[in-house]
């Protein structure tokens, strides 16, 4: 029987090659970093803070000390030596004090440690803070919030799109919606908790977090304790799950290491689930106003969308989805605008497709309603305004397959069945309701830096800090190394994780895949080029006096077209080399040269999206049939079929299982996940794994994942388009367009709860 | 290969010896309990604080950190570890109580380097991402077969619902313990 995770390749994708780490994963070998002994560790416990605003007036740490193991206790009285680094220049939050003020509930107010993890749980519930306590801004609506326009304030976002005059395209349109959508804040939940430990060699410190930028992190903990960057190491060879929640630094890393030094003694952290809902980052909540006005044939005449985003009260983090929204169809006239919310709350931060996962959740939403308006199926609606240019500047597209993925979605799940009729599809006691979204995510490529070795038999070495965190980085990487070198994936060792390899960025944006693969292909090049050289300059070897331009590298071998070849082998002993191995810096189309030194130094810069000459973003057409009980309304989603087009890709099996997985946290957008706020208290409600929903097994039935050929030469030298963040996109539109055809209900606001479908 | 079913039986006075703990030896529950705990198939005299769950005990104390903690709380096992057999959350176990039992983790499965057929077919359908939860979806998984709640998918995925996988593999996991469920039968009769 064909394996589904393993699916064949078609034209441009690459060999559905096992992960090379799978064996280490299946056995329990995979060192996450809280798994790295240490010797003698003691363990650290942290005490947040139960109010989100005020001030700590006394904290008797008396009953804490008696416990018997406890060895030291930080507060804000003895943590006054670490420096601040302030929120967008390394740090996710600029709220990183243990106090005395308090602006967030669960800011970290003690870092308790002792000989074992009993011990400092004990002291940690003994802390007893007083405070003086004031009235919290929760969220949207609650007093005190204030607004500031999102262009005024964000570096990134100083300019948001605009076309044409939309007001004047409203007027004048034949046919138009004017609506608002919400969505709620969301927490990443990776399966691993957020660790930190600790230890230091003299004055060199080693930290062991799950991290998806090792480099942004021992830059930015060196900045909070004043120490030269060459003086920290970050490792995370694996990290357990991140979504975005491991990609800056936050504020616990510089207390643990602090710790470490003040006992001389490793110090381990394994922060609480709760913990993690606070002394981290989250998805904010979200509000959308869209209107689109259209001609009845569906074409398109004018777009208007403002979001508004809930931040912390001193950062203005920010989404900012309509730069890609903007892109995505003809809309003709475009106008935008984005609106930060300050709230005392912790400062929200990347999670899984930040910016297009509520908006563009709201754009497909409204373009279902706007198709259900003209009385047009919603696939043929966006046939009638795909373009291969963007409205914005009417750049080109640097390849787009949107209709081709729809048409194949389309076929595979029988959407010629569907009646056009809300409510008309019926099983049963179940109401049946078919419905499909656009899956978007823009292209990223950032400089990176590799360094690889190979040997006489074949073997290689791949370096280069990239990150595990589930999306096959290891197994890519030195597919990418084996294709190039003409050598088995199994003859490559791949070492990344760790800020004494070579940089890379951070595994954001889904750029991993692209940035690093086309590090080690242009390294791997250098290799080849030396050993086609030494062939083809030697005196009397086989392929003495033949171009370079005709060798490749096969099965450990430099031949030629006619068969002629020569072993490595040979060629090192003729270089007088026992390896030969390269180094090569990869710095992106668009990005200055400097980009390099400022990866070293822990910054990124990255191209591609909605900026640039031309247009990027890997696309898909997802399709989701929902059944709706009609008496108890429980929602189920019995199939979901997604076909997606991302350039290259790399690995058919990797690739399947993101796409798979994120079609699912696409569900959970829809119908399970959110976190409650007490808008009395600024507090979350659901911290913890029973009460924060995300999908189980028995949630999920038929996923489907159709991979669309596409060529792309212009996103990078791998010719990758990321696509880790691309298949959680639009499906919770998709499923609220299924809800709406299965029962007439039309529910604007995420997620969609049984209670919302009890009306008429 | 023989299944981890029956390589962990124990008999029955053994669970009735758990009745005499060895840490009774003072009222304080921060005092020391030595006792001797047998995971894999090895002994282990230990002296740890009476407090320590079995999953800090295997993580902290005896190096075998393949059981993960994914929250303390017994909601989402990921520390999930066979005793006598039968699948527990490790988090919500005290190690004392574990104590003339039979302790199954994800180190023990392999023997002389062969997988379990479990674990191969975890490989096989690419049933992780991030591999986090794996161990603790395979020991479950494992136990999941053996009690025959595996016999179809829709019973795979109810009684798989245990153990939550933010990368979300559900579809690989459920076909993983479709093909391992022959193969652990077949093995089982060796």
């Known amino acids: 029987m064909a394996n589904a995770a393993a699916p064949t390749p078609k034209a441009n994708m690459g060999a559905p090659a096992p992960r090379v780490d799978a064996r280490l994963k299946v056995t329990g070998q995979a060192r996450y970093p809280s798994d790295t002994p240490v010797g003698n560790p003691a363990f650290a416990v942290l005490v947040t803070s139960t109010i989100a605003t005020g001030r700590i007036e006394r904290l008797d740490l008396d009953g804490a000390r008696a416990v018997p193991g406890v060895l030291d206790i930080l507060t804000y009285e003895n943590t006054g030596e670490l420096k601040g680094v302030k929120f967008g220049q390394g740090s996710s939050t600029s709220i990183e004090d243990l106090g005395p003020e308090i602006q967030q509930a669960g800011q970290i107010i003690a870092v308790v440690v002792a000989d074992t993890f009993e011990a400092a749980t004990d002291a940690a519930s003994r802390v007893k803070p007083t405070y003086s306590e004031q009235t919290p801004s929760a969220t949207f609506g609650s007093p005190g919030v204030t607004q500031e326009d999102a262009t005024k304030v964000s570096p990134q976002h100083k300019h948001l799109p605009q076309a044409g005059d939309a007001e004047a395209a409203f007027a004048g349109a034949p046919v138009v919606i004017d609506l608002e959508y919400e969505t709620p804040p969301q927490h990443h939940n990776p399966m691993e908790l957020f660790t930190t430990t600790c230890a230091w060699t003299a004055d060199h410190l080693t930290v062991y977090e799950p991290s998806q930028f090792v480099y942004g992190l021992k830059n930015g903990v060196a900045q909070r304790l004043g120490i030269d960057p060459d003086k920290v190491r970050v490792v995370s060879s694996y990290a357990g799950g991140a979504f975005g929640s491991k990609g800056t630094m936050t504020p616990r890393t510089a207390m643990i290491a602090l710790a470490a030094k003040r006992l001389n003694r490793p110090v381990k952290l394994v922060a609480t689930r ?34 508004f985003e809930v931040s912390s009260r001193p950062d203005p983090y920010v989404v900012a989805g309509v730069e890609d929204s903007a892109q995505l169809y003809a809309f003709g006239a475009v106008a935008t605008k984005v609106n930060v919310v300050h709230a005392d709350r912790n400062t929200p931060g990347y999670m899984r497709s930040p910016p297009v996962v509520p908006y563009i959740y709201a754009l497909e939403s409204a373009m279902d309603e706007m198709a259900q308006k003209l009385g047009m199926d919603p696939i043929a609606f966006r046939r009638v305004n795909d373009t291969m240019n963007s409205p914005i500047g009417n750049r080109p597209y640097s390849s787009r397959s949107l209709m081709t993925c729809y048409d194949q979605a389309a076929a595979a799940f029988g959407w010629k069945d569907r009646n056009p009729q809300p409510g008309a599809m019926r099983d049963g006691d179940w109401l049946v309701g078919y419905g499909c979204a656009t899956a978007v995510y823009p292209t990223h490529t950032g400089p990176a830096a590799a360094r690889v070795r190979l040997k006489p038999n074949g073997e290689a070495r791949v370096q280069i800090a990239a990150h595990e965190i589930g999306n096959g980085a290891y197994t890519v990487i030195g597919q990418m190394a084996a294709e190039r070198l003409g050598i088995d994936l199994a003859s490559v060792t791949v070492e990344i994780g760790d800020s004494r390899l070579p940089p890379a960025p951070v595994a954001g944006g889904s750029n991993t895949t692209a940035s690093s693969c086309s590090a080690v292909k242009k390294t791997c090049n250098l290799i080849r080029a030396r050993l086609f050289h030494a062939a083809v300059t030697a005196n009397d070897g086989p392929l003495a006096g033949r171009s370079a331009d005709d060798l490749m590298l096969q099965d450990g071998k430099v031949v030629a077209n006619d068969g002629a ?9 003729r270089m007088g080399v026992a390896v030969v ?12 040269p400097q980009a390099i030194a400022d990866l070293y130094a822990g910054k990124v810069d990255m191209v591609g999206g909605s900026h640039g000459d031309k247009v990027m973003y ?43 997985g994120g079609m699912i946290w696409g569900i959970s957008s829809a119908l399970h996940e959110a976190t409650e706020i007490d808008p009395r208290y600024a507090r979350y409600v659901n911290d913890n ?33 990321g696509l880790g963040e691309l298949a959680n996109v639009g499906t919770a539109a998709a499923i ?7 029962t007439g209900i039309r529910v604007r606001k995420l997620p969609i709860r049984l209670e919302k479908l009890l009306q008429a | 290969m023989a299944s981890v079913s029956t390589a962990t039986v124990v008999p029955a ?3 009735a010896s758990r009745a005499t703990p060895a840490a009774a030896n003072s009222g304080d529950a921060r005092a020391p309990s030595d006792f001797t705990l047998t995971v894999n198939g090895r002994d282990h005299r230990l002296a740890v604080d009476s407090r320590t769950s079995l999953l800090d005990l295997l993580r902290e104390h005896l190096a075998l950190t393949g059981t993960k903690k994914g929250c303390d709380h ?40 062969e997988l379990h057929p479990m674990q191969q077919a975890f490989i096989d359908h690419d049933a992780f991402q991030c591999g986090y939860c794996t161990p603790g979806q395979i020991m479950s998984a494992i136990a999941c077969v053996n009690e025959g709640h595996a016999e179809t998918d829709a019973d795979i995925r109810e009684y798989m619902s245990g153990n939550l996988c933010r990368c979300a593999a559900y579809p690989n996991i459920v076909a993983a313990v479709r093909q391992a469920r022959p193969a652990m039968k077949t093995a089982s009769r060796d």
Not at chain 1, 285 to 294: M, P
């Open chain 1, 274 to 307: 709760a913990q993690g809902f606070t002394i981290a980052t989250y998805r904010a909540e979200t509000r959308h106003h869209i209107r689109l006005g259209a001609a009845r044939d569906g074409k398109l005449v004018g777009y208007s969308h403002e979001g």
């Open chain 1, 565 to 573: 070849g020569e072993s490595f082998a040979d060629i090192f002993r």
């Open chain 1, 581 to 592: 191995e390269d180094y090569a810096e990869f710095v992106p189309d668009g990005l200055k």
């Open chain 1, 618 to 660: 890997a696309m898909g057409a997802e399709l989701v049939e929902v059944r709706v009980h009609v008496l108890t309304r429980e929602i189920r989603v019995p199939r979901i079929v997604g076909a997606f087009a991302a350039g290259r890709l790399m690995n058919t099996r990797t690739v399947h299982s993101q796409l798979m």
């Open chain 1, 689 to 721: 794994l029973a009460d924060y929903m995300i999908p189980v097994n028995a949630d999920v039935d038929q996923v489907q994942v159709i991979l669309v050929s596409e060529v792309d030469h212009d996103v990078n030298p791998a010719g990758v388009k």
């Open chain 1, 736 to 742: 609220t367009n299924a809800v709406h055809h299965a």
């Open chain 2, 13 to 15: 006075f053994a669970r």
């Open chain 2, 74 to 113: 017994g909601q989402c096992g990921a520390c999930t570890v066979l005793l006598d057999g039968r699948r527990v959350v490790s988090c919500l176990t005290l190690a004392v109580a574990a104590q003339g039992r039979a302790v199954t983790t994800i180190e023990g499965l392999a023997k002389n380097g």
